[in-house]
Protein backbone atom coordinates (compact mmCIF):
# COMPACT_ATOMS: atom_id res chain seq x y z
CA UNK A 1 0.00 0.00 0.00
CA UNK A 2 2.15 2.59 -1.32
CA UNK A 3 1.28 6.78 -0.43
CA UNK A 4 1.64 8.10 -3.78
CA UNK A 5 -1.96 8.88 -5.66
CA UNK A 6 -3.04 7.83 -8.91
CA UNK A 7 -4.31 10.79 -11.08
CA UNK A 8 -7.44 10.15 -12.82
CA UNK A 9 -7.09 11.76 -16.30
CA UNK A 10 -9.60 14.12 -17.01
CA UNK A 11 -11.94 14.33 -19.37
CA UNK A 12 -12.46 16.69 -21.88
CA UNK A 13 -15.19 18.87 -21.85
CA UNK A 14 -17.91 19.05 -24.51
CA UNK A 15 -15.89 22.11 -26.13
CA UNK A 16 -13.19 20.19 -25.68
CA UNK A 17 -14.73 17.26 -27.94
CA UNK A 18 -16.30 19.28 -30.37
CA UNK A 19 -12.71 21.96 -31.36
CA UNK A 20 -11.04 18.18 -31.84
CA UNK A 21 -13.82 16.72 -33.79
CA UNK A 22 -13.45 20.21 -36.13
CA UNK A 23 -9.85 20.14 -36.13
CA UNK A 24 -9.80 16.71 -37.11
CA UNK A 25 -12.66 17.22 -39.83
CA UNK A 26 -10.59 20.12 -41.20
CA UNK A 27 -7.19 17.98 -41.34
CA UNK A 28 -9.33 14.47 -43.27
CA UNK A 29 -10.67 17.34 -45.85
CA UNK A 30 -6.90 18.53 -46.08
CA UNK A 31 -6.06 15.00 -46.78
CA UNK A 32 -9.26 14.32 -48.90
CA UNK A 33 -7.85 17.41 -50.82
CA UNK A 34 -4.24 15.70 -51.24
CA UNK A 35 -5.39 12.54 -52.13
CA UNK A 36 -4.36 10.48 -48.83
CA UNK A 37 -6.08 7.94 -47.17
CA UNK A 38 -2.65 7.08 -44.44
CA UNK A 39 -2.86 9.71 -42.23
CA UNK A 40 0.54 11.00 -41.82
CA UNK A 41 1.80 10.12 -45.18
CA UNK A 42 0.96 12.86 -46.67
CA UNK A 43 4.49 14.78 -46.08
CA UNK A 44 4.08 18.08 -45.23
CA UNK A 45 1.07 18.80 -47.45
CA UNK A 46 -1.50 18.78 -44.67
CA UNK A 47 1.14 19.83 -41.93
CA UNK A 48 -0.74 22.91 -40.90
CA UNK A 49 -3.73 20.55 -40.12
CA UNK A 50 -1.82 17.62 -38.55
CA UNK A 51 -0.68 20.02 -35.75
CA UNK A 52 -3.56 21.28 -34.81
CA UNK A 53 -5.65 18.10 -34.75
CA UNK A 54 -2.52 16.66 -32.76
CA UNK A 55 -2.34 19.48 -30.07
CA UNK A 56 -6.33 19.53 -29.87
CA UNK A 57 -7.33 15.40 -29.99
CA UNK A 58 -5.89 13.08 -27.34
CA UNK A 59 -3.46 10.68 -28.48
CA UNK A 60 -6.06 6.98 -28.60
CA UNK A 61 -8.76 9.56 -30.11
CA UNK A 62 -6.17 9.91 -33.36
CA UNK A 63 -5.05 6.58 -32.93
CA UNK A 64 -8.53 5.57 -33.25
CA UNK A 65 -9.93 8.22 -35.95
CA UNK A 66 -6.77 7.65 -38.38
CA UNK A 67 -8.03 3.73 -38.09
CA UNK A 68 -11.19 4.47 -38.99
CA UNK A 69 -10.53 6.71 -42.01
CA UNK A 70 -8.50 3.37 -43.30
CA UNK A 71 -11.19 1.25 -42.29
CA UNK A 72 -13.86 3.77 -44.05
CA UNK A 73 -12.05 3.55 -47.31
CA UNK A 74 -11.25 0.12 -46.98
CA UNK A 75 -14.55 -0.81 -46.92
CA UNK A 76 -15.80 1.46 -49.85
CA UNK A 77 -13.11 -0.40 -52.04
CA UNK A 78 -14.54 -3.35 -51.18
CA UNK A 79 -18.19 -1.97 -51.98
CA UNK A 80 -17.18 -1.16 -55.44
CA UNK A 81 -15.51 -3.93 -56.27
CA UNK A 82 -18.53 -6.35 -55.15
CA UNK A 83 -20.69 -3.69 -57.30
CA UNK A 84 -18.66 -3.99 -59.74
CA UNK A 85 -18.65 -8.32 -59.81
CA UNK A 86 -22.58 -7.95 -59.61
CA UNK A 87 -22.67 -5.56 -62.74
CA UNK A 88 -21.05 -8.72 -64.90
Known amino acids: ?10 LPTRQERQKCWEARDAYFACLDGVGVVMAG ?5 CSAGNLVYHKTCAQSW ?7 RKLGFQQ ?10 NKR
Do not use: C, H, L
Request: charged share 25%.
Open 1 to 10: FSNSRVETPT
Open 62 to 68: ITYFNER
Open 41 to 45: TEGKA
Open 76 to 85: KDMASQANSQ
